[in-house]
């Protein structure tokens, strides 16, 4: 079983909607959690990065959350566009390690 | 200016063969990965190098050989090419090898093994 997931595995959503996607982890211990977005053909951009002690932080129209006591982390899209079509990715990182366990991924899909 | 570069982009080969994957980036990096994502859009790590020191070896069949002339280069070998390597390898960055860190991806190289 991998330790982080994501869900909803895809989703499509009309453009100017808002959506929330989720990221449930079992690494333990914590050291941070990045929100990457990878556009088809491309490869993964970070958006974000939380520690253990960051609730929420914003990057323009994405903001992500964690909740380090129920190991979950969302990120939520505002006023989404059509640029905003990609996977998106939650990356959890231990201490004292050298590893970045990526999760499943989450693919979005914005129509107009 | 491209940060981190890779190629080819595309490589289509028979099975059995050897091919190689060059990385380079330019952002005075001192760590590199490579990574493989399968048709399922899984990333999972295959190797690290920090100052062309390997740090991350991940259970990957020895036929995969990288190899780190230099702290902004660092390739892939793959010998005996087979049907399940198919797939997108990116290579990666960072500034150190710490959890903290940010990963500057390349734009991967879909390999395509007949």
């Known amino acids: 079983k991998n330790q982080v997931e994501q869900s909803p595995q895809s989703l499509i959503i009309l453009e100017g909607k808002n959506c929330t996607l989720q990221?449930?982890?079992?690494?333990?211990?914590?050291?941070?959690l990045r929100w990457y977005k990878q556009d088809t053909g491309r490869g993964p951009v970070s958006l974000t990065i939380?520690?253990?002690?960051?609730n929420t932080k914003s990057n323009g129209r994405y903001t992500a959350t964690l909740d380090a006591d129920t190991k979950q982390s969302s990120l939520h899209i505002t006023a989404s566009q059509l640029s905003d079509s990609a996977s998106y990715i939650c990356?959890?990182?231990?201490?004292?390690?050298?590893?970045?366990?990526f999760g499943t991924g989450t693919r979005l899909k914005v129509l107009a | 200016d491209t940060a981190v570069s890779q190629t080819p982009k595309y490589l289509v080969t028979q099975m059995g063969n050897d091919k190689s994957i060059k990385c380079e980036q330019n952002l005075g990096h001192d760590t590199m990965y490579w990574y493989k994502q399968d048709s399922k859009k899984f990333l999972k790590i295959m190797f690290s190098?920090?100052?062309?020191?390997?740090?991350i070896n991940e259970t990957v069949p020895n036929r995969f050989s990288p190899k780190s002339p230099d702290k902004a280069h660092l390739n892939l070998h793959i010998n005996s090419l087979e049907l399940g390597d198919s797939a997108v390898y990116f290579c990666?960055?960072?500034?150190?090898?710490?959890?903290?860190?940010?990963?500057?991806f390349g734009p991967g190289t879909r390999l395509t093994v007949l």
């Open positions: 939380m520690t253990f002690s960051e």
């Open positions: 190098y920090n100052n062309k020191e390997l740090i």
């Open positions: 990221c449930n982890y079992t690494v333990s211990p914590f050291s941070n």
């Open positions: 990666a960055s960072s500034m150190g090898q710490g959890a903290g860190n940010e990963q500057f």
């Open positions: 990356v959890v990182s231990a201490p004292g390690t050298y590893k970045y366990i």
